[in-house]
């Protein structure tokens, strides 16, 4: 049996099509196996960022030189045993040389030629077509003179993402124009037409290499999918939801433009005539080879994955782009470097993954040091804090030419994100009436699942061009809203009368907020400035001047002079015997909330659904998220009306529930009953353990503690967010692996949701209709 390769040289490896497949070999690369890219000088340094992500990537080391220079390539090939050609379609004679100098190494042992693309020998006509030749002539090289190095062609077939693309100027020769819902098809559309993704070139070139046995010697034929025009036409139409304008061109009017554009040496005669191969059916292979590499049908893209449309990540990350009068607008606003491209910013995969970490990173910051903050400086100039950081943030992400500068703005929103999290649900807790905490508590969830629903419908319709950057954009407008909003919004009143001790300036916010003929000395009971009553100098006072309805600040009395108060850390509640069973209460509740599987659900959710709803994945994402917020919504009012432990129980066993029907339904295939469990627990979801531990955190301590509660939650759901994120990939494969088939993770949520339903049920106390914390815990306090 043949070893597989030790050492892989990679030529063209920048290019077009060899940057997926270096890429697709770094991923695929088994322990010990070292990955070489040969490039320019002039290259190597114009592309350094490019080269220095790949050798993060594992790439072993890039060699310069000139790819004319004998002495060059054979300095190159030293230690090498495999050889990898990518080189573009001007310079494939220039493989002759390389096979030359391959054949007298003394390492080279395998070499793939760049023959990524149409088959050259598929039919009589084959040798004739202009854009063979060069092909052709390396393979009349390869059968007379190469004899010791094995040689295999893998063949591929068009490339699907260029072949969608319009020709300028040339559109008869077909093409989609989504932004314009029109197409152009070659005959009647229905010639079918054999297609592999530039993902898939890479991943079938690492395929190859990992069957070295079955492949050496071979023209290898390989495929991602075979469609028609016309189902393209009607993929496309799916997605966008509105009808195409076909033009059909007639095969023989494709003939005579051809032929006019190589009697003109048009640069568009070449492609003019692979379109009318591809047209001709000269694509259609008796039989693909997929299976001889081990590519399965599930490895490889689909027509709908191909065809997406609306995918922010593939946009900003410059996989697809097309061309735009939004262009010119957008760089009215971005500014972008003269190097750096406007419609989008190169990233690798590792890229990405770390910009999106980064917010995650931000939010735990944020959650932890809010409390301590909005503690002591209090719940509105926390706010503003947020404010100007989501200002800056989103104004550096809008902006952004790089992926530094793009994780930086993620990281400063992120900031404002976690902060958040923590500021709003006490001030809404603290400004809401008591006997509807729980409904106006909601809205902390229902406004997170508003702001989802936002940007994942503006990311459906604005995925395109430098369009993505108006998505961020928003960022900006939502702060400049949320900055002049706090100029008419009051302090909180109980932070006023615990933080402050300014308990006359609280109660005249709070009588204005209730109303002036709304009695609040019951509910100024509740605060831990004494009794909450007033020398009567100061309660006529009231009457005269209520000018701090807007928590502008005013002198304090004289009679009621302002004391800080003692507020307690981070530290102090886990250390306080009567705030840690909250602690314990609260962090238990947010680890219930991500381990019991939401949002590994609604990951797979997306992937369930599409197998019986025939519609774009993202208007499926759009789906699930209104049936989140609806449900959000119209369960607002049950904390008020059953409790908060009693929804949060309810939605508990529901999603176990759902947990459990959704791993039955995926390991014996019953789709139907797979979509039903996923909105189940979507609904579930909402119920209890979406909105209520917003609630729950500040009427568990009292105001003293409240702060540091919030950040206590907060960090533990970030930090819960980050193990589901991360483990349920791996978690998820390795239950496959080891069991055989999918679905099996379920088993484990509906487990955790088991734990977590006795956890709630011995640690946490119901909340609803009592006063304060000491009533909530059965605490009683000494009056003398």
């Given at each position: 049996?043949?070893?597989?390769?030790?050492?892989?040289?990679?030529?063209?490896?920048?290019?077009?099509?060899?940057?997926?497949?270096?890429?697709?070999?770094?991923?695929?690369?088994?322990?010990?196996?070292?990955?070489?890219?040969?490039?320019?000088?002039?290259?190597?340094?114009?592309?350094?960022?490019?080269f220095s992500s790949w050798k993060s990537q594992g790439l072993d080391g890039v060699i310069t030189g000139d790819l004319a220079s004998e002495s060059d390539i054979a300095a190159a090939y030293r230690g090498v045993d495999t050889v990898v050609s990518a080189?573009?379609?001007?310079?494939?004679?220039?493989?002759?040389?390389?096979?030359?100098?391959?054949?007298?190494?003394?390492?080279?042992?395998?070499?793939?030629?760049?023959?990524?693309?149409?088959?050259?020998?598929?039919?009589?006509?084959?040798?004739?077509?202009?854009?063979?030749?060069?092909?052709?002539?390396?393979?009349?090289?390869?059968?007379?003179?190469?004899?010791?190095?094995?040689?295999?062609?893998?063949?591929?077939?068009?490339?699907?993402?260029?072949?969608?693309?319009?020709?300028?100027?040339?559109?008869?020769?077909?093409?989609?124009?989504?932004?314009?819902?029109?197409?152009?098809?070659?005959?009647?559309?229905?010639?079918?037409?054999?297609?592999?993704?530039?993902?898939?070139?890479?991943?079938?070139?690492?395929?190859?290499?990992?069957?070295?046995?079955?492949?050496?010697?071979?023209?290898?034929?390989?495929?991602?999918?075979?469609?028609?025009?016309?189902?393209?036409?009607?993929?496309?139409?799916?997605?966008?939801?509105?009808?195409?304008?076909?033009?059909?061109?007639?095969?023989?009017?494709?003939?005579?433009?051809?032929?006019?554009?190589?009697?003109?040496?048009?640069?568009?005669?070449?492609?003019?005539?692979?379109?009318?191969?591809?047209?001709?059916?000269?694509?259609?292979?008796?039989?693909?080879?997929?299976?001889?590499?081990?590519?399965?049908?599930?490895?490889?893209?689909?027509?709908?994955?191909?065809?997406?449309?609306?995918?922010?990540?593939?946009?900003?990350?410059?996989?697809?782009?097309?061309?735009?009068?939004?262009?010119?607008?957008?760089?009215?606003?971005?500014?972008?470097?003269?190097?750096?491209?406007?419609?989008?910013?190169?990233?690798?995969?590792?890229?990405?993954?770390?910009?999106?970490?980064?917010?995650?990173?931000?939010?735990?910051?944020?959650?932890?040091?809010?409390?301590?903050?909005?503690?002591?400086?209090?719940?509105?100039?926390?706010?503003?804090?947020?404010?100007?950081?989501?200002?800056?943030?989103?104004?550096?992400?809008?902006?952004?030419?790089?992926?530094?500068?793009?994780?930086?703005?993620?990281?400063?929103?992120?900031?404002?994100?976690?902060?958040?999290?923590?500021?709003?649900?006490?001030?809404?807790?603290?400004?809401?009436?008591?006997?509807?905490?729980?409904?106006?508590?909601?809205?902390?969830?229902?406004?997170?699942?508003?702001?989802?629903?936002?940007?994942?419908?503006?990311?459906?319709?604005?995925?395109?061009?430098?369009?993505?950057?108006?998505?961020?954009?928003?960022?900006?407008?939502?702060?400049?809203?949320?900055?002049?909003?706090?100029?008419?919004?009051?302090?909180?009143?109980?932070w006023t009368a615990t933080a402050r001790g300014d308990v006359a300036r609280a109660r005249r916010i709070l009588q204005r907020i209730r109303g002036k003929h709304t009695n609040i000395d019951d509910e100024v009971e509740t605060w831990n400035g004494g009794?909450?009553?007033?020398?009567?100098?100061?309660?006529?006072?009231?009457?005269?001047?209520?000018?701090?309805?807007?928590?502008?600040?005013?002198?304090?009395?004289?009679?009621?002079?302002?004391?800080?108060?003692?507020?307690?850390?981070?530290?102090?509640?886990?250390?306080?015997?009567?705030?840690?069973?909250?602690?314990?209460?609260?962090?238990?509740?947010?680890?219930?909330?991500?381990?019991?599987?939401?949002?590994?659900?609604?990951?797979?959710?997306?992937?369930?659904?599409?197998?019986?709803?025939?519609?774009n994945s993202g208007l499926l994402t759009i789906i699930i998220s209104i049936v989140n917020l609806g449900v959000t919504m119209a369960s607002s009012p049950l904390p008020d009306k059953f409790g908060r432990k009693t929804c949060i129980l309810v939605s508990?066993?529901?999603?176990?529930?759902?947990?459990?029907?959704?791993?039955?339904?995926?390991?014996?295939?019953?789709?139907?009953?797979?979509?039903?469990?996923?909105?189940?627990?979507?609904?579930?979801?909402?119920?209890?353990?979406?909105?209520?531990?917003?609630?729950?955190?500040?009427?568990?301590?009292?105001?003293?503690?409240?702060?540091?509660?919030?950040?206590?939650?907060?960090?533990?759901?970030?930090?819960?967010?980050?193990?589901?994120?991360?483990?349920?990939?791996?978690?998820?494969?390795?239950?496959?692996?080891?069991?055989?088939?999918?679905?099996?993770?379920?088993?484990?949520?509906?487990?955790?949701?088991?734990?977590?339903?006795?956890?709630?049920?011995?640690?946490?106390?119901?909340?609803?209709?009592?006063?304060?914390?000491?009533?909530?815990?059965?605490?009683?306090?000494?009056?003398?």
């Amino acid at each position: 049996m043949s070893p597989l390769p030790s050492h892989v040289l990679v030529f063209g490896g920048t290019g077009t099509i060899g940057r997926y497949i270096v890429t697709s070999l770094l991923r695929a690369k088994p322990a010990g196996t070292r990955i070489s890219v040969f490039t320019s000088p002039s290259s190597a340094a114009s592309k350094a960022d490019l080269f220095s992500s790949w050798k993060s990537q594992g790439l072993d080391g890039v060699i310069t030189g000139d790819l004319a220079s004998e002495s060059d390539i054979a300095a190159a090939y030293r230690g090498v045993d495999t050889v990898v050609s990518a080189l573009g379609r001007a310079v494939l004679d220039k493989q002759i040389e390389l096979l030359r100098l391959a054949e007298a190494s003394e390492s080279v042992q395998w070499f793939l030629p760049s023959e990524y693309g149409t088959d050259v020998e598929h039919n009589d006509k084959s040798p004739g077509e202009k854009p063979h030749q060069f092909k052709l002539a390396v393979r009349k090289y390869v059968r007379e003179n190469v004899k010791r190095v094995k040689v295999t062609y893998v063949v591929t077939g068009p490339y699907f993402d260029m072949w969608v693309n319009l020709a300028g100027g040339h559109e008869q020769l077909g093409g989609y124009a989504p932004e314009k819902k029109e197409a152009y098809v070659i005959g009647d559309g229905e010639g079918r037409v054999g297609f592999c993704t530039m993902w898939d070139v890479g991943k079938f070139v690492a395929a190859t290499l990992r069957h070295p046995e079955e492949s050496f010697g071979k023209a290898l034929k390989v495929q991602s999918f075979v469609v028609t025009p016309n189902q393209v036409v009607a993929e496309y139409e799916k997605q966008t939801g509105a009808k195409f304008k076909v033009t059909q061109t007639p095969l023989d009017e494709v003939r005579a433009i051809e032929a006019r554009l190589w009697e003109d040496k048009n640069p568009a005669a070449g492609s003019a005539t692979l379109r009318r191969i591809w047209a001709e059916g000269g694509t259609l292979y008796a039989k693909n080879d997929n299976d001889v590499v081990g590519m399965k049908l599930e490895d490889l893209d689909s027509l709908e994955g191909a065809a997406e449309l609306n995918a922010p990540e593939d946009v900003i990350r410059c996989r697809k782009k097309s061309i735009s009068a939004l262009q010119r607008v957008a760089a009215l606003v971005t500014k972008p470097k003269a190097t750096a491209p406007l419609d989008c910013i190169p990233m690798d995969d590792h890229s990405f993954a770390a910009v999106s970490a980064v917010f995650t990173i931000g939010g735990l910051l944020g959650a932890l040091t809010a409390g301590p903050f909005t503690s002591k400086r209090g719940r509105k100039l926390a706010m503003a804090t947020t404010a100007a950081l989501f200002l800056l943030g989103s104004i550096v992400e809008t902006t952004a030419s790089s992926a530094v500068l793009l994780g930086a703005g993620r990281f400063l929103t992120g900031i404002g994100a976690g902060a958040s999290t923590v500021i709003v649900p006490l001030y809404i807790s603290e400004i809401a009436p008591p006997a509807q905490r729980g409904f106006f508590g909601a809205f902390t969830q229902i406004s997170i699942n508003v702001g989802i629903l936002f940007t994942q419908t503006l990311g459906y319709f604005m995925s395109h061009d430098s369009a993505w950057r108006w998505v961020l954009g928003t960022g900006v407008i939502i702060a400049l809203t949320q900055g002049l909003g706090l100029f008419i919004i009051p302090e909180s009143p109980a932070w006023t009368a615990t933080a402050r001790g300014d308990v006359a300036r609280a109660r005249r916010i709070l009588q204005r907020i209730r109303g002036k003929h709304t009695n609040i000395d019951d509910e100024v009971e509740t605060w831990n400035g004494g009794d909450g009553k007033l020398p009567s100098e100061a309660e006529g006072l009231l009457d005269e001047d209520d000018g701090d309805a807007v928590g502008t600040p005013l002198t304090p009395q004289t009679s009621a002079t302002p004391t800080e108060r003692v507020h307690l850390g981070f530290a102090q509640v886990l250390r306080d015997p009567l705030t840690r069973p909250a602690i314990i209460a609260v962090v238990g509740i947010m680890f219930a909330q991500q381990l019991c599987g939401i949002n590994s659900v609604i990951m797979y959710s997306v992937s369930l659904l599409q197998d019986l709803l025939p519609i774009n994945s993202g208007l499926l994402t759009i789906i699930i998220s209104i049936v989140n917020l609806g449900v959000t919504m119209a369960s607002s009012p049950l904390p008020d009306k059953f409790g908060r432990k009693t929804c949060i129980l309810v939605s508990i066993i529901g999603q176990g529930s759902s947990s459990l029907a959704l791993a039955l339904s995926i390991v014996f295939g019953v789709k139907i009953l797979s979509a039903i469990a996923v909105l189940l627990f979507v609904a579930f979801f909402a119920i209890g353990l979406g909105p209520v531990p917003f609630i729950l955190a500040s009427e568990l301590v009292g105001a003293e503690a409240v702060g540091a509660t919030q950040s206590w939650a907060l960090g533990a759901s970030y930090i819960a967010t980050f193990l589901v994120a991360y483990l349920f990939p791996i978690v998820n494969s390795a239950l496959n692996d080891a069991l055989g088939g999918a679905g099996w993770v379920y088993f484990l949520f509906a487990g955790f949701a088991l734990v977590f339903t006795g956890f709630i049920a011995r640690n946490v106390p119901e909340t609803r209709g009592k006063r304060d914390a000491d009533e909530v815990w059965g605490r009683t306090r000494r009056t003398d």
